[in-house]
């Protein structure tokens, strides 16, 4: 029998609960009495709640319904505004085209000139030289441009909130709107402005290709929103580095030059591959105020701003500070070519002697070959330059030009005013139709020359006077005011009497003068009356040094030309050639040899010493107009022709200034320049000969005795036809 005393082993639930009882008899267990002490603390604990203030409860519920309103209301605004923006970056995304189509975005060609040797010297049009990438520049250009520009670019998405409220804060700072002055914009943004966001030109919707820009360049906030809706959808459509490509190839770097590698070619005469940090740091340096920070127009501001880039290229760790002290110390200087600047005012006569559509309105890139020597542009400036510094009175309004031709019309050189770093200016050397004075006489003397006179024939030099009809009588007078009674045509010329050229004149055929001097190429309208003689038409500098290489080529008239050859950029054919050259003979030769030698003795004897060069023949002609408001010098040696004017643009007469003065003078320095190094040679004047002594007078028809004794005896008396 078992003891029902005996102790029962613990069961299985008991272990599972550390002998613990179960829940159910925990639950029917009957709780221990608490402590007094507890009970009171829990009473102490159970303070009843204060009454609040009913106003304060009610504008605190009103509060908080206000702001559940507020958020309510600006994460549905939210909502729908990302909505509606989504879809219209969407839109947009749709209407992007390839990269390829948008790396080159002008509305004309360019044009560029090369002088006799081939070489670039001038660039017209909007300059393009070619697709890069951001991975094809110079890693220096690259990162100058986005450390200038937009230094978060890798960064963002297409705008910068943080840069807008940067842009804001220092505009009103500086006491602007706050939409004024700096924008804030990202280099995508920026790459959409160039884009005029997708809006192409077309010249039937435009007034003009400016206005067309201008609309792009507004900055108004609706322009704005739609600039960073187009910048967002171009980030969806192209990687950084495309964005950036569009960006480097579109820019407007100044001197015509669109994109990084006409900027590079244009200022550096290399490829925008080749590029320093110093000339990375001066393309990039343009693209705020590309017009005016241009190394062409102003090298030293160029440079400083270049200094301020290579400082932000260091602060930013794409370059060392000591990379970046040694290229603010060596800036980036202008190539050759870019330097000299050279022949401005050619560069223009060139591009408005050509075709339109191929020079000023061309949609081709051009090339044109040119006869432009740089050397001698270059002597002829220097020339003129050294005669203003150094003999005319400082503060001068003076102007003068000048003119240097090859015998068959090839212009070498061009300068038509004292500011000759210029594009787009009033060019005095063919623009400028004024009286050419005594400078015309060598074409009266031409003409009786042809028709039978010599260099050593007699005139008489005394008072003479005409009826003009409808303006009475006219008399001519010499400049010095005196009469040397009879002279030889040479005399006359060298010492450039008026009276004996109208007598020449006269007794030569006035209409035959006119045709002379036509045929030589002054076009413009000849003097009908006999002071035709004396030079009271009016013609360019680039005319009549034209007519003085008639003389000097043998006789033969000449089109003074500049352009040799054009094609199209690609192209090896060309699709014209030069419209200029000697033309049909004027003169004989033993005639022009023979007014070559009158002109040598103007120069070696007469009115022209001042233009002698050691060593050279020299062959010219002065001219000075009525109350010295025109004064010329033309002359030639046996390798160059060359013609200087010098006047005031409104006419103000010249102040003891006279074509054998300073005109003389200019001829002569630029001359001598032009020579330096060149064997002389000698004119191809004749060899004089003992002529028998006679009062010239033309070949005529045969009259009856009578006849010819009294026209002898009025020629003798008026020494007219």
């Not at 002998?19 to 507890?38: I, Q, Y």
């Not at 009103?62 to 923006?85: D, H, P, Y």
């Not at 005029?196 to 201008?214: F, I, N, T």
């Not at 360019?540 to 003389?551: D, Q, R, V």
Request: hydrophobic share 40%; aromatic share 8%; proline share 5%.
């Amino acid at each position: 029998m078992s003891d029902s005393r005996r102790k029962k082993p613990p069961l299985v639930a008991e272990k599972r609960y550390g002998r613990t009882a179960p829940k159910s008899a925990r639950k029917s267990a009957k709780p221990k009495a608490k402590p007094a002490a507890a009970k009171k603390k829990r009473a102490t604990a159970r303070k009843p709640a204060r009454k609040q203030n009913p106003i304060v409860a009610f504008f605190r519920r009103i509060f908080g319904w206000v702001l559940r309103l507020v958020w309510s209301l600006v994460w549905r605004t939210s909502f729908v505004v990302a909505l509606i923006v989504s879809f219209a970056v969407g839109y947009v995304y749709l209407t992007l085209p390839d990269v390829d189509e948008l790396l080159d975005g002008r509305a004309r060609g360019s044009v560029t000139l090369l002088d006799r040797d081939d070489r670039v010297f001038a660039w017209r049009g909007d300059q393009f030289g070619g697709v890069v990438t951001a991975d094809t520049v110079s890693k220096h250009l690259k990162n100058a441009v986005v450390a200038t520009e937009d230094k978060r670019f890798y960064r963002h998405f297409g705008i910068s909130p943080r840069g807008v409220a940067s842009a804001v804060r220092i505009n009103l700072r500086e006491g602007r709107g706050p939409l004024s002055g700096h924008g804030g914009s990202t280099l995508t943004q920026q790459t959409a402005k160039l884009l005029c966001l997708g809006v192409a030109y077309d010249p039937d919707d435009w007034e003009s290709e400016a206005a067309y820009v201008r609309d792009c360049r507004r900055g108004s906030l609706g322009r704005k929103a739609k600039e960073a809706i187009y910048a967002m959808a171009m980030e969806v459509k192209y990687t950084k580095d495309e964005i950036l490509s569009v960006y480097l190839n579109r820019a407007y770097m100044g001197g015509g030059a669109y994109g990084a590698e006409a900027a590079a070619q244009r200022y550096f005469g290399k490829p925008a591959a080749n590029l320093t940090p110093a000339e990375g740091a001066m393309l990039a340096g343009l693209l705020t105020a590309p017009s005016s920070l241009a190394p062409t127009a102003n090298l030293q501001r160029s440079q400083d701003r270049a200094a301020t880039v290579l400082r932000l290229m260091s602060e930013q760790d794409y370059l060392s500070e000591k990379d970046t002290a040694f290229y603010q110390a060596n800036p980036a200087t202008l190539s050759e070519a870019a330097k000299a600047n050279a022949g401005g005012y050619f560069a223009d006569w060139v591009m408005a002697s050509g075709p339109e559509f191929f020079t000023r309105n061309t949609t081709e890139d051009v090339i044109l070959k040119t006869t432009l020597d740089p050397v001698i542009q270059a002597a002829a400036e220097e020339g003129l330059r050294w005669v203003f510094e150094n003999k005319v009175r400082e503060g001068s309004k003076a102007q003068a030009a000048i003119v240097v031709m090859s015998a068959d019309g090839a212009v070498r050189a061009m300068v038509g005013g004292r500011e000759t770093q210029v594009s787009g200016a009033f060019n005095r050397a063919t623009q400028a139709k004024r009286q050419t004075g005594s400078a015309f006489k060598p074409f009266v003397y031409a003409t009786a020359l042809e028709r039978g006179a010599h260099y050593d024939d007699k005139v008489l030099d005394e008072p003479y006077c005409q009826n003009i009809h409808g303006s009475g009588q006219w008399c001519p007078k010499n400049y010095t005011g005196k009469y040397y009674g009879d002279v030889s045509l040479t005399f006359a010329l060298q010492n450039s009497l008026n009276i004996p050229a109208v007598k020449v004149s006269e007794q030569a055929g006035r209409e035959n003068v006119r045709t002379v001097a036509s045929m030589f190429g002054i076009e413009s309208d000849l003097a009908a009356g006999p002071a035709l003689a004396l030079g009271a038409s009016e013609s360019s500098l680039l005319e009549m040094t034209g007519a003085y290489a008639g003389i000097l080529n043998g006789g033969s008239s000449v089109t003074p030309y500049g352009l040799v050859e054009l094609r199209l950029l690609g192209d090896e054919s060309s699709l014209m050639g030069s419209g200029g050259g000697i033309g049909e003979r004027v003169i004989s030769d033993a005639a022009a040899r023979e007014l070559i030698w009158m002109m040598e003795k103007v120069v070696s004897e007469g009115t022209g010493a001042r233009a002698q060069m050691p060593r050279w023949q020299v062959a010219g002609k002065t001219g000075t107009t009525q109350a010295a408001r025109d004064a010329w010098f033309i002359g030639f040696t046996s390798e160059y022709v060359a013609g200087v004017w010098m006047g005031y643009d409104d006419n103000t007469p010249l102040t003891g200034v006279t074509g054998g003065g300073l005109p003389a003078e200019i001829w002569r320095e630029a001359m001598v320049r032009i020579h330096e190094g060149v064997e002389p040679k000698p004119l191809p004047a004749f060899v004089p000969k003992p002529q028998p002594k006679k009062v010239w007078t033309p070949d005529r028809p045969k009259r009856s005795g009578i006849e010819d004794v009294v026209n002898g005896i009025l020629r003798d008396i008026f020494g007219g036809n």
